[in-house]
Each structure stands twice: as structure tokens, then as C-alpha cells.
């Protein structure tokens, strides 16, 4: 290959893709999404799931969960980068596959059907903590909350059962044992 | 019950609690009340710009130069819009910016009301933070964490978005001071460990081909930092190169000084930079500029970097001793470890360094700056060459434009103090050189002040000379005219089969009777044998100049490093130019 004489860098060589859910609590104010969601964005770092709610009412902190991929070394970027943001409080980083850390998505399914037919939904949901929310003589609208792999999965053996539509969360995240997020 | 006060007020109670003499601006409906409140603060100036642009490079200018925060006052929509390069500008460069921005009344917003825009929306991603205020209450806490903020950690540009309601409702306000705990915004609160400095003493000691590699964190840390970078060098005895942002921080005519590095940085820096046994960088990025190829960059190095950024560590260059801290705090305590066990190191480590220093000193025999004169015809580089031995006696502040003029000026101007050398280097913003000789001089008055200026950029924002005019700042804006923007026409010869698409520039203004017409100046110099009479007749005159050097028209700036080559790949002149690739010209 002939050498390039651009004034900009060639890319150099790309390391080993992880996949990292990282945990941030912020302050519950104005913008704060958009500015967490704009770094990833403008950084060009990846979001696969994304999941916030406000989790102290008292101080007004929120908890993001962000599933993301990246090398090693972008995904130390984005723990630095998230750190400097005058919002955040504090980070926490765990490589998908962690034994100590427990990962949850929430699914709803909706099947149209016969009776029978929801009897087999039901039955396929079964390990992941199904909840029938409503019910009509025709449709089901059932909650699960498992892994987002399990999650697909589903989704896919409910297809030929009759699901017309999935809703979902991204995950979120939660040490084991006693031990908190520092 | 303390008294309440309006937005307007309380602006202006918290700018002079924060000691801020000036603020550029210009103002427009929405910033109208606290426009109407200026005159009841005299301690504070109002410097009238001509574009907001104008006015965030000036404030730019002053905080580079002077070392506090630059303010910035602008008003709603095309206000702010107008204000977002000089913030981008502030924002890679570090400079601590503090702009205040009108917003349409709080009913309004989100309306599209007449001159509204998403202001914190379109500043986000250009400064370190930004607030809208909703409550006048909130006001004073967040114009105090602003300040903080902006001046604190990596320096940076803030913003803060006043609704008009909001400036005219009343409050209450309280000097809020460091209110912001966090370790990585404040000041870095790390302390620096025995076993680091140790580390780093010892990555000294076992070296034979050190160097250290500077930029723009020494300037940002103070005065203080240079000082110890200085002694640290001589301590030492080590060679030291120097990035464009940190010109100034080490002398520029010291004999261990090896010039700036980069694409077009010198030949001795950058191969030393590419041979060394070990790289100290200390307050510098990893630049793309200054890398090159990121896989073949200083491949035998052991690296210590310094910053006080802890993201801007391990995000290009992978190294071996990260150290966040100040730069003058890891100076001092280096400083003082190194002494206690190291009396006589630059003696006793003369030996081993000494084979380093020989091969250094056949880098410096292709004298890499030089270029063929010509006495017909002035030569950008001899121009310059030319200001500088006629400014060198006094205390000279340089700004500059970007392109070709730059790379000059940074390569052959000498700085010997840290704080006089003013440049757009992470954005690259043409038209940065002029406004921000205005904020110079308003920060340094008596001082000579120069804008090393191209033809194409100093037009980008040419209007500020009419606020230099009024407040009668007696700026020298230096042009090498080649009627080309240079830098470009150099790649398109470079890189693109000398296709010079759209950079020449047809219909000129004549600058001599623009001067003029300014009610300024007009200086023109067309050949080498009247530019010193020329030049010193610009540096007698007290009022604003605008000086047209008419120079060599194809002149390139070398030597260059083709990207996607190591330090050790460089152009040194025409004679060296090679055949065009056509990955070239895709990335270019």
C-alpha cells in the first residue's frame, strides 16, 4: 500500500471490543440526560441501553445505567469522561460477564390468541418471573424480567405464538452480597 | 433580612466580588437590563466589540495574556450562536471564559420567540458546563460556581443563560466560594505520592536519551511553573521541545531548547522525539498534530505524562508514569526530591547524555528553519525573522491568525516568557489573531502587542479594528500578504496536483487605505531593504496599525511531517517533495 502523505493521522490499530455497563449518579437537573447522551454522541461512543430514574428524592440524584461497547482503552475514556461532567457524582464500570454483579431488563409482550395459545406463552415465560398485567379473551399482555439475551430470545419464540408488540428496558445493575457501588 | 437585589445587580454584585475589571460584549434585546445596570458599576469596563466572535476572542486574548478569566457578555440567539466559536476556540485551547447570555423571557422559551435559540443546547458540548437560570435566587450560587468552574482544574469557557424576566426580578444574593467539592473539576486535590516522585526520579537517573516534551499546561499553571520547568531543565541538563501552545514556557534561545516539534516543528525535535529513551510531557495532549502515526510514535520510549486532566491521559499515547496533578505543584515537590538525593546530577549524568547531545547536534546541522532569502522579494520567514530581532528588546506580546503566518511565526519568533504568546491551536479559528490582540493590550497597556496575521484570516473578523479605533489600543496587525490562504494553497500543491481551487483571493481591499479608513495606520513593505525601517515605523506609532508585507507568493512552510508518517519521516524542503498518494488526498 502506498503511504499516505495526509495531514490527518491514519487510524492506528484497533483493540479488543468489551462490553461495559457503567453506572452514573447525577444530579436529577435539567439537561443532564442530554448531556450524557450528547458525550457518548459527540465522542462517538457507542449506547446499546440506557436506563434512569431518580433514586433519591431528598438530594435529587438519578441513576443512569449505559450499556456500551468499546476497546479498553475507550471505555476507560468514557469512565474519565463521564467523571469530569459537573453533574456526576460518581462512576462505576463493570465488564459484562462479572460474577458479582446481577443485570435485569424488563420486558412487556403483548400475544393476541386463544386461550390455548396464551397458556403456551405463559409457559414459555415461565423462568423469568412472568406477570400477567391484562388479560382479554383474545390478547395477553404479559411483564418478564430476565437478560437481554434471554429477552431476545423470547421475543423470538413468541413471534409464531402471536406477539404483536414488545416494550423494554435497558438494563440495570446491582452488586451482590453486602457490598454497595463505591 | 438581607436586601433584595435584581438579576441585573446581582450580575454585576457577583463579576465584582470575582474582581473583573473588564467584559467584552455587545448587547440586544435580550440582555438589555443588565446593560442598563453597567453604569452604575464603574470598577467594571465595558469593551464594545463588533461581533460576538469579536468579543470571545478579545476576552480570549485577555485571559491567555493576563491569566484570569475572560468575560463575555452577549446577548439572545444570533448573540449566542455568534459566540460558539471563540467557546469551541477557549474549550480546546483551555482558556477560562466566563460568557453571560440573555435568554428570551421564561414564558417564552420554547416558543420560538423572536430571537430565541436553544443556547445551553448548542454550548454543551463547547464549554466545561452551562446553566439556564430559572430563579433569580439560583443566580448568585451559579455565577460564583461559574467562575469556579471555568478557572479551576483544566481551564475551560462556561456559560450561563439569563432569561430577561429573570434580570429583572429581584433576589437574593450571597458570594458563594469554592462551593464546587468535586476532585475532578476543582483544583486537583490528588497529592502527590513519595513513591511517584521516586518513580519518576529514577525513570531520570537510568535515562541516556531523555527529553522533555511541553505544551499549554505550563502556561495554564501559572507563571510559577515556568519558573521550575526552567529549573528543572538546567537541574537536569536534559533537551526540551516544546508545543505550539507552550511556546514561551521555556526560552525559546536557550541552547537546550530544540525548537517546537509537530508537523512543523524542527528536525532535531522531532527526531529526538522519536529516538528518545524517555519522554517527559508535561501539561501537553498527545496531539494529533505532534503524534503523527500513533503506531510509530517515540517506539522505544519510556513515557511520563503530566496533566492535570486525568481524560487526557492514555487517550492517544499509552504511557508508563501518569501522574494528575498541577504542573507547578509536581514541579515544586519533583524539584525538591530530586535535590535532596542528587546534588551534582547534570555533572555526574554528563557522560551518559553526552552521546545523545552529539547526535542531537547533527540534527541541528540540516538546520531545518532554514529557507532560500532573496533580496528582491520579501520572504514570509525572513519578515518575521525582521519583527522579531526589532521587538526582541522589549516585552513583546504575539498573536496570531492561522495558517502558513503561524507556523512562522511560532517557528522563528523566540519567547522567553510565558504568557506573550497567543494562537489558535486546537480549533484553528482564522480571524482568532486580531480580536485577541485587543484583549491583549486591554490586559497589558503600554505593552507592544502584535497579530502575526495572514490576509484571508485577518479578514474573517477584520471589524475589530473599529473597537480598537475606540478604545484607542495601539495593536499592530502585522499581515504577510501572499494573497493566497497559504496553507491551503500548500496541501493543494502538496497533495491535490497544484489544483488551487478557490484559494486565491481576487479583490483584495487595498489594507493601507482600509487603515485608513478606520482611521488607523496603513503601512505597506514590498521589498526586504525598506521592511526594517518599515517595521521599526510600526513599533514607534501609537495608534492601531495595520501593516500590508507583501510577500513571496509560493512560499511553503517547512520543514512538514506527512501525516501518516513517524518524527522521523520529515520534508525538510521542495527538493524533498514526493509523488502523491491517493490515501493522501482522501484524508487530507
Excluded at chain 1, 53 to 82: C, F, M, W, Y
Excluded at chain 1, 141 to 158: F, M, S
Excluded at chain 2, 484 to 510: F, I
Aim: proline share 4%; net charge positive; with cysteine.
Amino acid at each position: 500500500m502506498a503511504k499516505s502523505k495526509s495531514a490527518y493521522s491514519v487510524p492506528g490499530k484497533i483493540g479488543k471490543i468489551e462490553r461495559h455497563i457503567i453506572v452514573v449518579w447525577v444530579d436529577n437537573e435539567a439537561g443532564v440526560l442530554a448531556r450524557i447522551a450528547g458525550l457518548f454522541s459527540g465522542r462517538g461512543y457507542n449506547i446499546e441501553s440506557l436506563a434512569v430514574a431518580e433514586v433519591d428524592k431528598k438530594k435529587h440524584i438519578s441513576r443512569i445505567t449505559i450499556v456500551t461497547e468499546g476497546t479498553p482503552q475507550v471505555i476507560e475514556q468514557i469512565n474519565l469522561q463521564l467523571k469530569k461532567l459537573v453533574p456526576v457524582h460518581k462512576v462505576a464500570d463493570f465488564k459484562r460477564g462479572e460474577k458479582d454483579i446481577l443485570f435485569r431488563e424488563l420486558a412487556m409482550f403483548k400475544v393476541l390468541g386463544n386461550s390455548k395459545k396464551i397458556e403456551k406463552v405463559k409457559k414459555i415465560c415461565k423462568k423469568f418471573n412472568p406477570v400477567i398485567l391484562d388479560k382479554t379473551n383474545k390478547s395477553v399482555v404479559i411483564q418478564v424480567t430476565a437478560l437481554r439475551a434471554e429477552i431476545d430470545k423470547l421475543a423470538l419464540d413468541l413471534k409464531s405464538l402471536g406477539l404483536i408488540s414488545t416494550s423494554r428496558t435497558g438494563a440495570v445493575a446491582m452488586t451482590k452480597g453486602s457490598r454497595i457501588f463505591n | 433580612m438581607p436586601k433584595l437585589l435584581s438579576g441585573a445587580e446581582i450580575v454585576f454584585k457577583a463579576l465584582e466580588d470575582q474582581k473583573v475589571e473588564y467584559i467584552f460584549g455587545y448587547p440586544g434585546g435580550a440582555v438589555l437590563p443588565i446593560y442598563d445596570e453597567l453604569k452604575n458599576h464603574k470598577s467594571i469596563k465595558h469593551i464594545l466589540a463588533r461581533h460576538e466572535q469579536g468579543a470571545g476572542h478579545s476576552a480570549e486574548g485577555y485571559a491567555r495574556s493576563s491569566g484570569k478569566p475572560g468575560v463575555l457578555l452577549v446577548t439572545s440567539g444570533p448573540g449566542a450562536t455568534n459566540a460558539v466559536t471563540a467557546l469551541t476556540d477557549a474549550y480546546m485551547d483551555s482558556i477560562p471564559l466566563v460568557c453571560i447570555s440573555g435568554q428570551v423571557p421564561t414564558h417564552l422559551i420554547g416558543t420560538d420567540a423572536f430571537q430565541e435559540c436553544d443556547t445551553t443546547g448548542i454550548t454543551r458540548p463547547c464549554t466545561k458546563h452551562n446553566w439556564l437560570v430559572k430563579d433569580v435566587n439560583d443566580l448568585s450560587r451559579i455565577l460564583h460556581l461559574a467562575f469556579e468552574v471555568a478557572t479551576t482544574g483544566r481551564p475551560g469557557p462556561v456559560l450561563v443563560d439569563i432569561p430577561k424576566d429573570i434580570q429583572f426580578k429581584k433576589g437574593k444574593y450571597k458570594f458563594f466560594k469554592n462551593t464546587l467539592k468535586k476532585k475532578l473539576n476543582g483544583k486537583a486535590t490528588h497529592k502527590i505520592s513519595n513513591s511517584e516522585l521516586d518513580k519518576f526520579i529514577d525513570l531520570i537517573k537510568k535515562s541516556s536519551k531523555p527529553i522533555f516534551y511541553t505544551g499549554g499546561g505550563v502556561i495554564n499553571s501559572g507563571p510559577e511553573a515556568s519558573k521550575y520547568l526552567r529549573e528543572l531543565v538546567s537541574l537536569t541538563g536534559f533537551p526540551i521541545t516544546s508545543t505550539l501552545q507552550g511556546l514561551g514556557a521555556y526560552p525559546g534561545d536557550d541552547p537546550q531548547f530544540l525548537g517546537m516539534l509537530g508537523m512543523h516543528g524542527t528536525y532535531e525535535a522531532n527526531n529526538a522525539m522519536h529516538d528518545c529513551d524517555l519522554m517527559i510531557n508535561i501539561g501537553a495532549r498527545f496531539d494529533d498534530r505532534i503524534t503523527g502515526k500513533v503506531d510509530e510514535f517515540s517506539p522505544g520510549s519510556k513515557k511520563i505524562h503530566v496533566d492535570i486532566d486525568p481524560s487526557s491521559i492514555g487517550k492517544n499515547i499509552k504511557v508508563d508514569l501518569a501522574i494528575v496533578s498541577d504542573v507547578t505543584t509536581l514541579l515544586k515537590s519533583l524539584i525538591k526530591r530530586f535535590k535532596e538525593k542528587n546534588k551534582n546530577f547534570v555533572n555526574s549524568n554528563k557522560q551518559k547524555t553526552s552521546k545523545w547531545w552529539e547526535q542531537i547536534g547533527k540534527w541541528r546541522e540540516k538546520r531545518s528553519l532554514n529557507f532560500i532569502n532573496s533580496d528582491k522579494i520579501i520572504k514570509p520567514q525572513h519578515a518575521v525573522q525582521r519583527l522579531y530581532e526589532l521587538t526582541k528588546n522589549q516585552d513583546t506580546f504575539i498573536t496570531t491568525e492561522v495558517g502558513q503566518h503561524q507556523m512562522w511565526a511560532a517557528q522563528h519568533y523566540k519567547f522567553n516568557k510565558p504568557n506573550r504568546w497567543m494562537t489558535s491551536g486546537g480549533l484553528g479559528t482564522m480571524g482568532y489573531g486580531l480580536p485577541a490582540a485587543i484583549g491583549v493590550q486591554i490586559a497589558n497597556p503600554g505593552k507592544l502587542v502584535v497579530d502575526i496575521a495572514g490576509e484571508a484570516s485577518v479578514l474573517m473578523t477584520m471589524q475589530e479594528m473599529s473597537t480598537a479605533v475606540q478604545y484607542r489600543l495601539p495593536i499592530k496587525i502585522f499581515i504577510l500578504n501572499n494573497e493566497y490562504m497559504g496553507m491551503v494553497r500548500q496541501w493543494q500543491e502538496l497533495l491535490h496536483e497544484k489544483n488551487y481551487s478557490e484559494s486565491y483571493t481576487a479583490a483584495l481591499p487595498d489594507f493601507v487605505k482600509l487603515a485608513e479608513s478606520y482611521g488607523c495606520i496603513g503601512i505597506r513593505a514590498k521589498t526586504p531593504n525598506e521592511l526594517d525601517e518599515k517595521i521599526n515605523e510600526m513599533i514607534s506609532v501609537d495608534k492601531p496599525v495595520i501593516f500590508d508585507c507583501v510577500v513571496d507568493k509560493a512560499e511553503n512552510c517547512f520543514p512538514m511531517i506527512p501525516s501518516g508518517k513517524p518524527h522521523n519521516q520529515m520534508i525538510l524542503g521542495p527538493e524533498e517533495e514526493e509523488e502523491i498518494s491517493d490515501e493522501g488526498k482522501v484524508l487530507v
